[in-house]
């Protein structure tokens, strides 16, 4: 029988491999560690036969207990939306008028509203609706296709410009540099006028020539005065609210290649009570007309 080899350092026996001069030194677990991994084990295997755990083909083993947490939840879920029946029920066939007036099923719709817009809307328009560059603000008084209840129900409903929703709101703005309809010097001369009418400052004798040059191209969609037509989906240009933004270069970019946001047709995607809810929310945000 070998001798045991003792380290000088330590004075630990080591195991007896050696490697290159390096000896490994002989510390054992101690007998408590071992023992909790022995009893962990016991414990992992009683878990597999009480509770679900291993996958099969197309189920899986349901233990001896038949526990389902997945199951729990979707109890949960049918007697809260069994709770929520009757008011439900009611908002299917209430107008959207009469939620308005009618302060329990306003409250109700205001809630279930408020939690579709987060799950739903609020990667687009924020978390509290203030919009991001190129999505609309929903809290202020600017709409680009009308603010009363009826105009947002069938925005969410339809959507705008997706090749999903039929009656989906659409309008093309043409893309005046790249369809050659105007050079880059009148463009530029647009957007100094446009600059002027929402009260930034500007080159006036740019501003000037730019004046008659809006009134032929964009004035039937954006209005005489640059205050805006719903019924285009046009916003104003004379105010200091802008969707993609209101300095030069961005108009000057907006002007020559256009711009075209799509919004989902959500009336596919969610149930009809949960677009009325989402419509009131909205509406009630601040801006609502």
Not at 71 to 80: F, K, R, S
Not at 105 to 125: D, E
Not at 233 to 254: C, E, F, Q, R, S
């Amino acid at each position: 029988m070998a001798e045991k080899h003792i380290d000088e350092v330590t004075g630990i026996e080591t195991t007896g491999h050696e490697w290159d001069g390096v000896r490994e030194l002989n510390n054992p677990l101690p007998n408590w560690w071992r023992w909790i991994l022995y009893a962990t084990i016991v414990w992992s295997i009683g878990y597999w036969v009480v509770y679900p755990s291993w996958p099969l083909i197309s189920s899986y083993t349901t233990g001896v207990i038949g526990y389902s947490s997945r199951a729990e939840v979707a109890t949960d879920m049918a007697a809260a939306k069994e709770r929520q029946k009757v008011h439900l029920d009611k908002l299917e066939k209430a107008s959207l008028q009469d939620i308005r007036t009618d302060s329990d099923l306003l409250n109700f719709a205001l809630a279930g509203g408020r939690s579709a817009f987060n799950v739903n809307c609020s990667q687009c328009h924020g978390s509290g609706a203030q919009g991001f560059k190129g999505y609309p603000n929903l809290n202020d008084d600017e709409w680009l296709w009308g603010g009363t209840l009826d105009a947002i129900h069938h925005t969410i409903t339809h959507g705008i410009r997706n090749p999903d929703g039929e009656e989906a709101r659409d309008s093309a703005m043409p893309a005046f540099l790249k369809d050659e309809t105007l050079e880059a010097k009148q463009i530029d001369d647009v957007a100094e006028y446009v600059l002027t009418i929402s009260g930034q400052e500007g080159d006036a004798g740019a501003a000037e020539r730019g004046k008659p040059l809006f009134t032929e191209h964009c004035a039937a969609c954006h209005g005489d005065k640059g205050q805006g037509l719903a019924e285009f989906g046009a916003p104003a240009l004379n105010n200091g609210i802008w969707l993609y933004g209101g300095d030069k270069a961005t108009l000057v970019d907006t002007i020559s290649n256009s711009r075209s946001g799509v919004m989902p047709a959500w009336g596919k995607i969610l149930d009809p009570v949960v677009v009325k809810q989402l419509t009131i929310y909205i509406h009630s945000l601040g801006g609502g007309q």
